[in-house]
T-cell receptor, first 117, second 114 residues
Framework: EADIYQTPRYLVIGTGKKITLECSQT?????MYWYQQDPGMELHLIHY???????EKGDLSSESTVSRIRTEHFPLTLESARPSHTSQYLC????????????????FGPGTRLTVL | KNQVEQSPQSLIILEGKNCTLQ??????????LRWYKQDTGRGPVSLTI?????NTKSNGRYTATLDADTKQSSLHITASQLSDSASYIC?????????????FGRGTQLTVWP
């Protein structure tokens, strides 16, 4: 069982609000990821981090931003939410082992279901 | 273009029956392939992982196979249970990526009826 947590689990907000989705893990993993997933669709990588003070944009363009001030914490922020941001947001982390010891397995949090009205 | 295609898109079976889910990929260079189970409203959980040299991997009632030559994988579920109802996602990792870049399929939505 992965020790990775996301809050809130569900969020319904109005357009224009600023929101922060929280993600934390207690496994000491350096690599962390944010994915966006629409119903019936594949996960799309929107942000990732190799470690503290390291953040990069992923494959899917996103208006969100992330920060990595502490190893265990990787919050995602939307400055001004819009209905197009309605989606499920999944946070994940990966162990620090290098190949061949690493399995590349990413451990996922339970997700945040965001609805912007 | 690196892609992962899964079939069928959805599947309904009766409790106790077996089923097989398919995954085709074009990811290159290939590192490993995983099957994840995602319950509704939850994050994916890893079921199996196979590297290039592995042909089959079991995890309880789940058995995954891999044919690296044809770039195909399957997930066989034996004696299905109601709790098997979920989306099953095929995920392929490319070799040599320090990011650990993963390519996700859209999943097969499995429903098990009593």
């Amino acid at each position: 069982e992965a020790d990775i947590y996301q809050t809130p689990r569900y969020l319904v907000i109005g357009t224009g609000k600023k929101i922060t989705l929280e993600c934390s893990q207690t496994m000491g993993h350096d690599k962390m990821y944010w994915y966006q997933q629409d119903p019936g669709m594949e996960l799309h990588l929107i942000h990732y981090s190799y470690g503290v003070n390291s953040t990069e944009k992923g494959d899917l363009s996103s208006e969100s931003t992330v920060s990595r001030i502490r190893t265990e914490h990787f919050p995602l922020t939307l400055e001004s939410a819009r209905p197009s941001h309605t989606s499920q947001y999944l946070c994940a982390s990966r162990d620090n082992k290098v190949a061949p010891a690493s399995t590349d397995t990413q451990y996922f949090g339970p997700g945040t279901r965001l609805t912007v009205l | 273009k690196n892609q992962v295609e899964q079939s069928p898109q959805s599947l309904i079976i009766l409790e106790g029956k077996n089923c097989t889910l398919q995954c085709n990929y074009t990811v290159s260079p290939f590192s490993n392939l995983r099957w994840y189970k995602q319950d509704t409203g939850r994050g994916p959980v890893s079921l199996t992982i196979m590297t290039f040299s592995e042909n089959t991997k079991s995890n309880g009632r789940y058995t995954a196979t891999l044919d690296a030559d044809t770039k195909q994988s399957s997930l066989h579920i034996t004696a299905s249970q109601l709790s098997d109802s979920a989306s099953y996602i095929c995920v392929v990792s490319d070799r040599g990526s320090t990011l650990g870049r993963l390519y996700f399929g859209r999943g097969t939505q499995l429903t098990v009826w009593p």
